[in-house]
């Protein structure tokens, strides 16, 4: 018998990733999507798995459907990726953010105690709840967090939500504190995406410039494709528990442009940046930089694609797409939403 999995957020970034391993792997995918009234499957589409995957309606804020689904489908295991995961929208839209991010992981997590307690189930943390708290310039499981966003207090409710109902109801709960990763099908307003489609743009001749906020700040930025393979071997353990995921490197928005613009073979790129107090958050995270030991001894991980290899990756897909756009006279210039 085939093994099942629903994956909640599966036409996100994460979530087609996610899908394409599990295919791989012989499992039947069930993946939970809002309805739209035309829907958009770009991300599954590109990885060329849309066909493949049993899609199902459903809403983390409407607890019914939640229900409904998980008495319907008991699934061996659940991915739930479903969030509003953007940072930057988060201080306009912070009830929305914590009725999907907080409330709906409980909606989940009761559905699954009461219908299908024995399906594993993984949560999607993030490096975010550590906000700037660090030791010696490092994030591990140990070090307190200090959400610094709508998102982040979000999701750090989530986070020990999962570890609850571990601990009072035995169940396979698994936390997985993800840094950010980053991929072709990163959404349009997260900087790298911004960075790579507008270095595009411009390498193009279709953009003079891209706007952007705090260059200062630090990520430790890894590819999506090697980050779901942690969920799911966090998923394949004896016990559940909670993983730090990270590849170890830090590098700041300057770095990610530098590379980028060389790419395409322009060293000067300060000209093409302008800085536009809009994109600046109302409390920043300045550094993130994580040690990811316990998963590397534990689940036997390691991330695969360095840091300038994700940039050009990334470049290189924008480029290609916008080529491909031009070739069909199917073009419009995108411009990024101001958030705060
Ligand atoms: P995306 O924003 O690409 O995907 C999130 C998905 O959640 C989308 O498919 C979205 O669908 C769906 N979603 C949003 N609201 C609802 C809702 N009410 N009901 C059902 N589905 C909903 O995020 P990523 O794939 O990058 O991230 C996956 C998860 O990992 C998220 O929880 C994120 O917070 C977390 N994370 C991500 C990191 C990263 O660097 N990528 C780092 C750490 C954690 P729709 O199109 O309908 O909005
Ligand atoms: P986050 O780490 O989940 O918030 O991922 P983002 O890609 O949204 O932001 C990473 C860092 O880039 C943050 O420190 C932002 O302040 C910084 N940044 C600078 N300019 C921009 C911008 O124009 N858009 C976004 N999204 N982030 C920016």
């Given at each position: ?5 629903l ?7 994460d ?19 809002r309805?739209y ?6 991300n ?17 804020t ?6 409904n ?10 991915y ?14 912070p ?14 997590l009761?559905?699954l105690k ?23 310039g490092?994030q ?15 999701k ?6 999962t ?7 035995n169940?396979?709960?698994?936390s ?9 099908i ?7 995406r ?11 001749g279709?953009?003079q410039?891209?706007?952007?906020g705090?260059?200062?700040s ?8 090697d980050?779901v ?33 060389a790419?395409?073979?322009?060293q ?17 995270v ?10 590397r ?28 756009k031009?070739?069909d ?6 411009k ?5």
């Open positions: 018998m085939k093994k099942t999995a994956i909640t957020g599966i036409i996100g970034q979530g087609a990733y996610l899908a394409k391993i599990l295919l791989a792997k012989g499992y039947h995918v069930y993946g939970l999507m309805r009234a035309t829907p958009q499957f770009n599954t589409d590109y990885l060329g798995i849309t066909k493949d995957i049993e899609f199902v309606f459903g809403d983390m409407d607890e019914s459907s939640i229900l689904l998980i008495k319907s489908l008991r699934p061996d295991e659940v739930n990726l479903a969030a509003q995961s953007f940072v930057g929208i988060s201080w306009d839209l009830k929305m953010t914590t009725e999907v991010n907080s409330l709906g992981v409980m909606y989940m009761n559905a009461l219908f299908s307690p024995q399906t594993k189930f993984y949560q999607a943390s993030t490096s975010e709840m550590f906000g700037n708290s660090h030791k010696d490092l591990t499981e140990q070090t307190p967090f200090h959400p610094r966003s709508p998102y982040a207090i979000s750090l409710y989530s986070h020990w939500l570890i609850n109902y571990r601990e009072s109801y169940m396979f709960c698994a997985g504190i993800l840094f950010n990763h980053e991929s072709p990163r959404g349009m307003e997260f900087v790298t911004k960075i790579s489609h507008g270095v595009a743009q411009i390498a193009l279709l953009a410039e891209i706007r952007l705090n260059l200062d630090k990520r430790d930025w890894g590819f999506a494709g980050y393979e942690a969920m799911w071997l966090m998923l394949q353990q004896e016990k559940a528990d909670d993983y730090l995921i990270s590849t170890g490197e830090t590098h700041s928005i300057r770095d990610f442009l530098q590379i980028a613009f790419h395409v073979g322009i000067d790129w300060e000209k093409y940046i302008t800085i536009d107090p809009r994109f600046k958050r109302p409390a920043e300045f550094a993130l930089h994580g040690k990811s030991d316990k998963a001894e534990k689940l036997g991980w390691v991330p695969k694609v360095k840091f300038e290899e994700l940039v050009k990756m990334m470049v290189d897909a924008d480029v290609a797409r916008l080529k491909h031009m070739a006279k199917k073009y419009s210039s995108v990024t939403p101001v958030v705060s």
